[in-house]
């Protein structure tokens, strides 16, 4: 259902005919795609060739452009940075509604959700109320920090695939793989975008278009394939 709301709302901004202050879609179709790309497995790779989710989505609207991608690695803010000065198209990242970059950059609307849950393995409980429970996650992470938040004893893992006789924090899209059942708990709700420079409004519509035609589980069919493979 979001898909077709958001589709209505993509196909209604081009009715106005949107324009790039800069020229960024005729430039980008058939020519570079400049694309600033932020560490952030499995969402993103770049040690050695740029690769994970959002890179291989990146490339098929490339394709869809006739454009050959130009990848510059580097820290967030960096990239945001260059995408202000019009020196990027765009950056990807797993990056999240909620950055704090919209007075430097365009977001799109949400494209996926991934949400971090507490599961188990067949014969180990989830237990209704984490208060005062042993529940498995990474340290130093939010998901440790929203599991305390809940009251529950953090016992530090280095990875979900680590938990076998306790129930741990892990993504959804992981479930499967780890042979996990999710309980009722959702800890953390992440909506996920990626960033276009300001004043681009033809280039947002066609980034956004592509994204919502982006089909339903196929974001999380990527990051599962990246985590069985490795970074």
């Not at 179709?29 to 040690?47: I, S």
């Not at 690769?51 to 098929?60: H, I, Q, Y």
């Not at 420079?197 to 982006?214: K, T």
Request: negative net charge.
């Amino acid at each position: 259902m979001w898909r077709i709301v958001v589709l209505a709302a993509v196909l209604l901004a081009g009715c106005g005919i949107p324009r790039d202050t800069e020229g960024t879609l005729d430039r980008v179709r058939g020519g570079v795609l400049r694309v600033g790309v932020a560490e952030n497995p499995p969402w993103t790779v770049v040690a050695g060739e740029v690769s994970g989710a959002e890179p291989g989505l990146v490339r098929r609207l490339a394709g869809k452009l006739g454009a050959r991608v130009e990848w510059h690695p580097g820290p967030e803010s960096t990239l945001m940075a260059a995408l202000e000065e019009r020196q990027l198209d765009l950056v990807v990242g797993g990056l999240t509604d909620d950055v704090p970059w919209t007075d430097h950059a365009a977001l799109t609307r949400p494209y996926a959700t991934t949400r971090v849950v507490v599961a188990a393995v067949d014969g180990v409980e989830v237990p209704p109320d984490l208060s005062g429970r042993r529940v498995a996650a990474r340290s130093g992470t939010a998901e440790a920090a929203a599991l305390a938040d809940e009251g529950a004893e953090v016992v530090p893992v280095g990875d979900a695939a680590e938990a076998r006789a306790l129930p741990v924090a892990v993504e959804h899209w992981r479930l499967g793989a780890l042979g996990l059942r999710a309980g009722g708990h959702v800890l953390l709700e992440r909506r996920h975008v990626w960033a276009l420079p300001l004043g681009e409004n033809a280039w947002l519509v066609e980034v956004e278009r592509f994204l919502v035609e982006v089909p339903d589980g196929e974001v999380e069919r990527l990051l599962a394939d990246v985590g069985r493979s490795g970074p």
